[in-house]
């Protein structure tokens, strides 16, 4: 992810390189988005921060949350399709049978121009319901927001990594199981380190 980081802004900003007059602010503000939450990582991995580094990341980070509704509409549950198709079924029998009864007063023009303010009505109702029961409110994304106080409290972030920990896993239990007969591996892998180690 540390290598491929860098490449997704001109991945992105290579696929949404033409856009119309009605995508240019959508398009616009999902290239800052990315962009924000790239340059954060990328900051985020220094092995020591300066104040100015710290409050750069602080304001990319700001960037990201003033920007990231644009991508509310990928983040649907299958809960909420759920419910919206159910909804958006009862919306289309409602106008359906609104429409029936009114269909002998109205000229062919009329019936397509109300056909079309309907299809408008379920798209922005759609999207509103989209809107309100998506969020960014899980863990991952709050844990961003006590980077710099924890760099500032406590320094690098990078001494209290947890690779030593699963190096450590993989040389006395894995290692371990494939030398052994699969029967009570670990504690013979261990009992063979303890009498091998000087």
Not at 35 to 62: G, I, K, N, W
Not at 71 to 94: C, I, V, Y
Request: proline share 3%; hydrophobic share 35%.
């Amino acid at each position: 992810m540390r290598n491929l980081s860098p490449c997704i802004p001109a991945v992105l900003a290579s696929a949404l390189r033409n856009p119309d007059s009605s995508q240019y602010q959508d398009f616009k503000s999902a290239l800052k988005c990315v962009s924000a939450l790239v340059d954060f990582t990328l900051m985020a991995q220094y092995h020591s921060h300066t104040p100015d580094t710290l409050s750069y990341m602080e304001s990319y980070l700001q960037t990201f949350h003033r920007t990231k509704d644009i991508f509310l509409e990928f983040l649907t549950p299958q809960a909420t399709q759920a419910q919206a198709n159910l909804q958006d079924r009862e919306l289309r029998e409602l106008m359906a049978y609104q429409s029936a009864k009114e269909v002998r007063y109205k000229t062919i023009a009329n019936r397509c121009r109300l056909a079309d303010q309907e299809r408008v009505a379920r798209s922005d109702w759609w999207a509103d319901l989209i809107r309100h029961e998506n969020y960014f409110n899980f863990i991952k994304m709050h844990y961003l927001t006590h980077f710099a106080s924890h760099v500032r409290r406590f320094g690098s972030i990078l001494m209290y990594s947890t690779k030593i920990g699963g190096l450590g896993h993989k040389d006395q239990i894995k290692d371990g199981n494939c030398w052994s007969n699969k029967n009570e591996a670990t504690d013979r892998s261990c009992r063979t380190m303890a009498t091998s180690t000087p």
